[in-house]
């Protein structure tokens, strides 16, 4: 009997791009152009009645229906997978290739800034990127590593604590020179920007002033908006170190009083162990851990511009 499936092509398509979070990481990873990965998605929502993806920003992602569709596809390729193994040569090539799933902060801030160095050291292996906005814990099976901010607390992985977190007021340079004289005493009176889980309260008492927020305080849920905003010069944040060190190294924001609070949680790389790709995993391990230790030798990094 002919079945009447979608073209594998199609299968692909969607499979690469609810993987990748976007059409056009799907388009590279395929060699084919984001027209045709766009064409291919079209067709297979026109197949099952549904829209699959929604747009986020520069991201596609997947809608609930669409989310459990490619749950499925991923099931049923995994298993034609063990169906039909790769050839030597493209397990060997295989082997070279890591899938790292990155909080969405992290990876904008910290990781892309420094992706060229890692290049440069290992251009044999292959990095896909994903970017997710939560403290989800490698639950695609597809994923080999991880870097995540919280408790550390998570079971089925392998994982090594990077850095703990610290946070400090930061500011940009066009609004320091607007705004002379900042002081402990008179901070409360400017705009206070925060991420909406990271209240100022603990850096207050750290700093000897009474912990109630001010009333001009603004609050954001991305992390990275609330960078953005200092960077437009819109207020004071109170800023995460490790989302904050390109940016103080390039003098684009400059660290207000030498006072530093606890972050909420730590930083961490974590992996599911697999024996043939531990070589490749742990390059990017070594890498990660020198890299981060370099910064923080770094004699100029987060040096105190105003002083109280």
Known sequence: MHRKLPPIATIRAFEAAARLNGFSAAAKELFITHSAISQQIRALEDRVGYALFYRSGNAMLLTPPGRQLADKVRRILDELETIFPDSP????ADRRILTLEVMAPIAENWLIPHLKAFNQLHPEVVLNIRTTPDLSILEDKTVDMGLRYGDGAWRGVEKIKLLDEEVFPVCSPAF?????????????????????????RDWFEKAGLPPEEPENTLAFNEVTHTIQAALAGQGIALARSLLVQEHLRTQRLVRLFDITSRGAFSYYLVWRSNEKKEATMALFRNWVIAELSAQRRMPDLGSVIAAD
């Open 176 to 200: 320091l020179e607007e705004h002379p004289g900042i002081s402990l005493q008179n901070l409360k009176q400017f705009s206070l920007l925060r991420h909406s889980v990271i209240s100022w």
């Open 89 to 92: 040569a493209r397990e060997n």
